[in-house]
């Protein structure tokens, strides 16, 4: 069956401008996470959500980060005014129930460029 | 905290060599245990895991045991290939408060040479 996928696979993109990233889970997976993988930081979770909960924001760097999952599947992460700091490859994973067994299924990923 | 450490890398191995990539992890409960692996140009992909102490997770001819006394989940082969080339991370989710989170070591790239 299909996997996670992302979109775009690359974006480049100004100091200062705002980027949505997009993540489509694996069909009847009710979690959802995103990670941030950069040389200086390794791999770096950003939020989880599960099922109809409040999601677990605890890993978003700073407020110009958010995230959205509409109607339990797509998710949407959002970097406002972006910094060169910014620039890495996002992941998004998802797995069936959000349990601490559970396998986490990555996608490809989004490498941002901020220039 | 939960963390998690690897040994440094770059690993270089022939082929056929023993591998063995060193993980420790800490965290307050009795975490998950997970190998990932990142192959040339791919996305991460689970390579085996571990979900209780004295549990073995193995793929591939890889292998990898939890051992809740020394706190290690030490990822080995014993006749490693070219296509093994690859970044390998370890991992846990330790649950609790923490439930979806999943923490990474810092990778190990591997590369195998024929």
């Known amino acids: 069956g299909a996997g996670v996928s992302q979109s775009p696979s690359n974006k480049v993109t100004e100091k200062g401008k705002d980027v949505e990233l997009r993540c489509d889970p694996i069909s009847g997976h009710t979690a959802l996470y995103w990670y941030r993988q950069s040389l200086g930081q390794g791999l770096e979770f950003l939020i989880y959500?599960?099922?109809?909960?409040?999601?677990?924001k605890s890993g978003l760097p700073s407020d110009r980060f958010s995230a959205e999952r509409t109607g339990g599947s797509v998710s949407t992460l959002t970097i406002q005014r972006t910094q060169q700091e910014d620039s890495a490859v996002y992941l998004c994973?998802?797995?069936?129930?959000?349990?601490?067994?559970?396998?986490?299924?990555f996608g490809p990923g989004t490498r941002l460029t901020v220039l | 905290g939960n963390s998690v450490t690897q040994m440094e890398g770059p690993v270089t191995l022939s082929e056929e060599a023993f591998l063995t990539i060193n993980c420790t992890y800490t965290a307050t409960g009795y975490p998950s245990l997970f190998w990932y692996v990142q192959y040339p140009g791919e996305g991460l992909q689970l390579l085996l895991k571990?979900?209780?102490?004295?549990d073995k997770g193995s793929n591939k001819g890889f292998e990898a045991t939890y051992r809740k006394e020394t706190t290690s989940f030490h990822l080995e082969k014993g006749s490693v290939q070219v296509s093994d080339s690859a970044v390998y991370f370890c991992s846990s989710n330790a649950g609790g408060t923490s439930y979806g989170k999943l923490t990474f070591g810092q990778g190990t790239i591997l590369t195998v040479h024929p």
């Open positions: 994973a998802s797995s069936l129930e959000g349990t601490s067994t559970d396998t986490q299924y």
């Open positions: 571990a979900t209780k102490a004295d």
């Open positions: 959500f599960q099922g109809n909960s409040a999601p677990d």
